[in-house]
């Protein structure tokens, strides 16, 4: 009487008697059953095509009998088809392949239009019509490509590590203090009292290092700063690595360009469609990146751009595009390390280079004209610390539950984050970063 | 003049003259490096014992020099350590093998001593010690163990789902309105109106199958419960998958069956140590596992226990325990499905069974006399959303981002959510969820 229904063996794979649209070559003349969205629908006066779209791509539909043409004339845009067919060789469809003889039978109906037809090569529509009706303009697939290679990327950010004896850790997002930046935090009431949105896993990273050695994480975090622009978002996916036992941050370095290896060939297996639809075109990552010291990089400016940047503590958006174009002409590298930024600069866990103490073991790597990522070496004893946080004019209580790592022996570590989000709007050439996030929070955006 | 050190072949590698603990009967005779925390000392009369701990484990290295008997005496525990020495068999030796001859190097020294004893094979502390101190009792075995367990999960996980066409996505943290349920929300400032942050990526996902079919996601929601229990976190990382062009609840299940068995392999695979220290009996996913209707397992604590349940909404936390108790018995099974719970104790997104509508296509997963995951089916149709909130008296306005997808067509489909760490909790028997997470967050806890 108990066990009704018991699951049959089949039901444990993706029901056999579906198959994906880009496997229709691998039916020539045998019957097979199709399910996704009527993508678009062309009649003709004797036939009428339905292209359907699945997750896999798309598949010609090819619709003779009149009473089916007619049916198929009523069927909206996104109405979810299952079709039953024989599959044809026909070097005129797309692939080489279609379904003739079609059952065409509708799972589920649309109320609406999408705001834009989805089926055209480019998108008509302004960036805030997408952002509005995101739950189906994704669904386009140029606006659905950089998503899948966002998933790719994290996958080989992932792989890379895991390789390398990382641990992935999961870390809160609230916080009692806004210890990262002291702007900028979004405050929460908290059972009623006062918490924080995390800025960055820095210091549970690092904390962590104590426990695991090497920790990854692959999470929000967030920024409540008030810019409207192409390039922030108040949430977005940070990449984060830490490791210990380190000579300084060219072990970093090391691991960094380890992980855009992994991360490219990812996306290279993972996302071939996409990138393909995008056009993009997939770096080289070199065996070794090219580096400049932050010094070097600033009389490099000064002796070829006719500006001088020196005593600047920091580096200029078009120094940075100046330096990318430097690297590729030289190095024939799209990546490029400035090591060496002033300590002014950067937070104060940062590790001083040693014998010039304004000068910091930290780095930027500028991929293709902006920075990706953000990393160094970190302080690692406790003394340190506290002499940091005087050297800023900070009290250490605030940060007395970060600092406590440091009293317990901390070995020399350090680690960077990289910000997916801009990563693949850099990879597909996007305008605004928000065409690589899938539902955007800022300034004016909550929904939907 | 600008590459400044290029890096060197080695340093993209771990540093070579580097070996781990558990790697030392590799090298019997041969001269190594080992790096780590000084975990344990025992001084002799002509012979003191360091044990060194890095991320692999534990390493005796037996000083006999002197001086060098002094000098380790001055070491407080948790020093970070870089030891230079000779591997020598030693039966006697944990693991058969030792280091003799060490030249002993201070890394890194502690400020203060931990709250216990580290080298301790139980931990002699309460759990408010244990967590105020995570950043140094996180360092213990024991302490430590559970998060192996955790981070091999979650790999699992992934790789179940990636093998099975799924698409990893990343949706917002931070929602204008509560949705999942009114209450239990932490309320944001937003750039000075209110937001909330997001209970769990249900609606997101579930858009998502319009665009991609498979979806998974692995980050953290949020539960402003004030319960102050064992079971509570107000945060905590939720294992959530979504799939379209299903038959019903059960073709989820199915894929839910595939992801246990992925998560135990992978935890054998990848924290074995973690396991075997905590003695954790990873569980036997059946090819199978057993199911049964909700109003038959009302029939059968009825007919086997002596109270009557029948009319109940819902199963009490005993009658959880009962089933997973027969099913264990009937079917040797850990792992029990209880499926077709009433509408009424459902979310208003759950498709009603066909034929009795007071019941659901949902389903519960029970593992060891706990519930573990719940999921279904979800209502496809707009118009049956509009439906269901009028049911349910609630105005379709606050969900127009969420019904979007609806109005464009969306296939049948369903998901679940799985806890991490309660998972986790249940495999390693923990007696708290807070042993399960490393900064839990909760009614009276913010730090560290």
Redesign the interface.
């Known amino acids: 009487?108990?066990?009704?229904?018991?699951?049959s063996e089949e039901?444990?794979?993706?029901?056999p008697d579906?198959i994906l649209a880009t496997e229709l070559s691998r039916y020539a003349g045998k019957d097979v059953v199709l399910?996704g969205?009527?993508h678009r629908k062309r009649a003709l006066k004797s036939v009428a095509f339905l292209i359907l779209r699945?997750?896999s791509g798309l598949a010609q539909v090819v619709v003779r009998d009149p009473r089916a043409m007619a049916e198929a004339d009523l069927l909206?845009a996104?109405?979810?088809l299952r079709i039953a067919g024989t599959v044809t060789e026909n070097p005129q469809a797309p692939g080489g392949f279609e379904v003739t003889s079609p059952v065409v039978t509708t799972?589920?109906?649309?109320?609406?239009a999408?705001p834009f037809d989805l089926y055209r090569p480019t998108v008509p529509a302004t960036l805030p019509t997408i952002l509005d009706?995101?739950?189906?303009t994704?669904?386009h697939p140029r606006l659905?490509a950089p998503?899948?290679i966002?998933?790719a990327s994290?996958?080989g950010f992932?792989r890379a590590l895991?390789a390398?004896?990382f641990?992935?850790?999961?870390?809160?997002?609230?916080?009692?203090s806004a210890t990262e930046s002291g702007a900028d935090v979004?405050?929460?009431?908290?059972?009623g009292?006062e918490?924080y949105?995390a800025q960055s896993p820095q210091f549970?990273k690092q904390?962590?290092v104590?426990?695991?050695?090497?920790v990854y994480e692959t999470?929000?975090v967030?920024r409540?700063e008030?810019h409207d622009t192409a390039r922030h978002l108040?949430?977005y996916?940070s990449l984060d690595a830490e490791l210990g036992?380190v000579?300084d941050h060219?072990?970093v370095?090391?691991v960094l360009?380890?992980v855009l290896a992994g991360m490219t060939e990812a996306v290279g297996e993972g996302a071939l469609d996409a990138c393909a639809l995008l056009e993009v075109d997939l770096p080289r990552v070199p065996?070794?990146?090219?580096?400049?010291?932050f010094t070097?990089a600033q009389e490099?400016i000064a002796r070829d751009t006719g500006e001088d940047p020196r005593g600047e503590p920091d580096l200029s958006p078009a120094h940075e595009r100046f330096l990318s174009r430097w690297a590729l002409r030289?190095y024939g590298s799209e990546f490029l390390f400035v090591t060496g930024y002033p300590m002014a600069k950067r937070p104060f866990y940062t590790h001083p280079e040693p014998g010039r103490e304004e000068y910091s073991n930290s780095f930027d790597l500028l991929f293709r004209g902006l920075e990706l990522v953000t990393g160094g070496q970190r302080l690692?004893?406790?003394?340190d610390y506290l002499a940091a946080l005087a050297r800023r004019g900070e009290a250490p209580e605030p940060y007395?539950?970060?600092l406590?790592?440091f009293?317990?022996?901390?070995?020399?570590h350090g680690g960077f984050a990289l910000g997916?989000e801009r990563w693949t709007a850099r990879l597909t050439g996007a305008d605004n970063i928000r065409r690589t996030t899938?539902?955007p929070?800022d300034?004016h955006r909550?929904?939907?």
Chains 1, 2 share one sequence.
Not at 167 to 176: F, L, Q, S
């Open positions: 009487m108990m066990i009704s229904r018991p699951l039901s444990f794979q993706e029901r579906r399910q969205w009527l699945d997750r909206g996104e109405t979810v799972l589920s109906e649309p109320v609406a999408p009706h995101a739950p189906v994704l669904r659905r998503h899948a966002a998933a994290v996958a992932r895991d390398r004896g641990t992935e850790i999961h870390t809160p997002k609230v916080v009692a979004f405050a929460i009431d908290w059972f009292g918490a949105l549970f904390a962590m104590g426990v695991f050695e090497r999470g929000p967030f409540a008030p108040a949430q996916t036992f000579a060219r072990d370095m090391a360009r380890e065996e070794r990146i090219p580096e400049i010291h070097d490099l030289e690692h004893r406790y003394d007395a539950g970060y406590a790592a009293r317990h022996g901390m070995p020399p997916l899938l539902f929070r300034l909550l929904t939907p």
